[in-house]
């Protein structure tokens, strides 16, 4: 089964905080967006979701990585 989102796991959040996505290059990926994520020394988890091709440069809530 193929996932319509690529799943990228970081070392540890403070590397998602200090992403800086190029978006024209992640319009090019054959996929709904990129989701990033990484374990939480306060939560369970952090993440963020770029979707760029869709008109959504970074999704604000993740909603739609969730689902």
């Not at 799943?7 to 540890?12: D, L, Q, T």
């Not at 024209?24 to 994520?37: A, F, N, P, Y």
Request: no cysteine; glycine share 4%.
């Amino acid at each position: 089964m193929m996932s319509e989102d690529i799943i990228v796991f970081f070392e540890n959040e403070f590397d998602i905080e200090s992403v800086n996505p190029n978006i024209e290059q992640l319009k090019k990926l054959d996929s709904r967006g990129v989701i990033i994520t990484a374990e939480s020394m306060r939560y369970d988890f952090v993440a963020r979701f770029f979707a760029p091709k869709y008109g959504i440069p970074e999704d604000p809530v993740t909603g739609s990585a969730y689902t």
